[in-house]
Nanobody, 123 residues
């Protein structure tokens, strides 16, 4: 069983940056694909980014490509989401997720989830 705990959310102005962190425990972190999803009020959960076991393989939603960077530190069991040039439409609860296989852009492809961290971007 894998436990995931997100941190780093908060309130930021448009154009600002935040770095989200996700700490994993209870499993062999380096073997999991890690994903980030978000859910805004009244909207469905959406894929943001994912990073494969090899840190060189990453995927992004078109809405964040060029602004967000996903990375991982397998020695520390951590995954990060660096968010730059934030926009009000990035406001959401951000979730970290883990998959024992290759993950993907859909939430059902992930086995474990964190509790989420709130990101609010003011205009």
């Amino acid at each position: 069983q894998v436990q995931l705990v997100e941190s780093g959310g908060g309130l930021v102005q448009t154009g600002g940056s935040l770095r989200l962190s996700c700490a994993a425990s209870g499993g062999t972190f380096s073997t999991y694909t890690m994903g980030w999803f978000r859910q805004a009020p009244g909207k469905e959960q959406e894929f943001v980014a994912r990073i494969r076991r090899s840190s060189s393989i990453t995927y992004y939603a078109d809405s964040v490509k060029g602004r967000f960077i996903v990375s991982r530190d397998n020695a520390k069991n951590m995954v990060y989401l660096q968010m730059n040039s934030l926009k009000p439409e990035d406001t959401a609860v951000y979730y970290c997720a883990a998959d024992r296989n290759y993950g993907g852009p859909y939430s059902f492809q992930y086995d474990y989830w964190g509790q989420g961290t709130q990101v609010t971007v003011s205009s």
